[in-house]
């Protein structure tokens, strides 16, 4: 038996923020997008994969010593915009709804345009185009 990759899950202090803050990236969570008011939101991804965003709220009921992450993320979520302006112009857009500039847009060795925020929970974000 193979496991398949399903979803990538966040844990977000503000469950309605972060979902305001991914919609800037192209992510529809459906409306309502916590029909059922638990704390839990999911958007479509390419391939049928899901992000999952769960209030710290709702983790706490299921496991109450959880402890969010602190320092830098291990791990990003990395949107493929369609143009270099376009890397500069979302980058942009993302600061002003409350992410946190990581790494400024620049022109990057490996022949993209790249830049690097942290979202409102602290989760690292990335954005690229084909130079």
């Excluded at 980058?91 to 400024?104: D, Q, R």
Aim: proline share 7%; glycine share 10%; charged share 20%.
């Amino acid at each position: 038996m193979t496991a398949k990759l399903d979803a990538i899950g966040l844990v977000v202090a503000d469950l309605q923020a972060a979902i305001d803050f991914y919609q800037h990236l192209g992510l529809d969570f459906g409306d309502p997008p916590d029909p059922e008011g638990h704390g839990h939101a999911e958007a479509g991804l390419a391939g049928g994969m899901r992000l999952m965003l769960d209030s710290l709220t709702s983790v706490h009921e299921f496991d109450p010593a959880y402890e969010p992450a602190s320092g830098d993320p291990r791990a990003s979520l990395a949107f493929r915009c369609p143009s270099a302006s376009a890397v500069d112009e979302l980058y942009a857009t993302l600061l002003n709804a409350g992410a946190t500039s990581h790494k400024e847009p620049w022109d990057a060795f490996w022949g993209q345009r790249y830049a690097q925020v942290r979202d409102l929970d602290g989760n690292g974000v990335d954005l690229y185009a084909p130079i």
